[in-house]
T-cell receptor, first 113, second 115 residues
Framework: DGGITQSPKYLFRKEGQNVTLSCEQNLNHDAMYWYRQDPGQGLRLIYYSQIVNDFQKGDIAEGYSVSREKKESFPLTVTSAQKNPTAFYLC????????????FGPGTRLTVL | AQKVTQAQTEISVVEKEDVTLDCVYETRDTTYYLFWYKQPPSGELVFLIRRNSFDEQNEISGRYSWNFQKSTSSFNFTITASQVVDSAVYFCALSEMNRDDKIIFGKGTRLHILP
């Protein structure tokens, strides 16, 4: 079955630690996106990538980093520089350049203890 | 300026009632796409519809219907004969030309269907 997987579903981290969230897709999509969701805030774009080995900052990139070494994978690292990392993180992908809908993964809920 | 406005933060209706979720957007592009997504309690966003700016025909899919009016920059979503399974957060979204396929989401409307 084609789709997007995110792992883990729940993640707990101590303050000051970096943590990496996984996102994998087997839809052969070029473009991938990371969003952060907070209650009442909707989805805010963190980083996105339209092609392997290239990515751009979204609206709230500070305190986050990404890599895109393979087409299928777009991991997100939440660094200790992120002031309020507790949130729900969603990964999405789409066919680039076609105004298509984005397909979403099940999300990772990160809690900083 | 907010590009996608969903003024209704939360709505509660009794099962079998009809309910309309409002969406107002803002763009200077003549070519753009509008979307609706559903986010059930599980958290994953589910795509419902995509509509391009040149197609103002209303769309119906089962109990769901969408009303697109360019004159008022609105793309409203109606659920007819609501069911408890319709309880979710619904997001309206906009994609503009030459924006790297980025989608701008509204803040969402939380819909409660009461049995």
């Amino acid at each position: 079955d084609g789709g997007i997987t995110q792992s883990p579903k729940y993640l707990f981290r101590k303050e000051g630690q970096n943590v990496t969230l996984s996102c994998e897709q087997n839809l052969n999509h070029d473009a991938m996106y990371w969003y952060r969701q907070d209650p009442g805030q909707g989805l805010r774009l963190i980083y996105y990538s339209q092609i392997v080995n290239d990515f751009q900052k979204g609206d709230i990139a500070e305190g986050y980093s990404v890599s895109r070494e393979k087409k299928e994978s777009f991991p997100l690292t939440v660094t200790s520089a992120q002031k309020n990392p507790t949130a729900f993180y969603l990964c999405a992908s789409t066919v680039a350049g076609a105004y298509n809908e984005q397909f979403f993964g099940p999300g990772t809920r990160l809690t900083v203890l | 300026a907010q590009k996608v406005t969903q003024a209704q933060t939360e709505i509660s209706v009794v099962e079998k009632e009809d309910v309309t979720l409002d969406c107002v957007y803002e763009t200077r592009d003549t070519t753009y796409y509008l979307f609706w997504y559903k986010q059930p309690p599980s958290g994953e966003l589910v795509f419902l519809i995509r509509r391009n700016s040149f197609d103002e025909q209303n769309e119906i899919s089962g109990r769901y219907s969408w009303n697109f009016q360019k004159s008022t920059s609105s793309f409203n979503f109606t659920i007819t004969a609501s069911q408890v399974v319709d309880s979710a957060v619904y997001f309206c979204a906009l994609s503009e030309m030459n924006r790297d396929d980025k989608i701008i989401f509204g803040k969402g409307t939380r819909l409660h269907i009461l049995p």
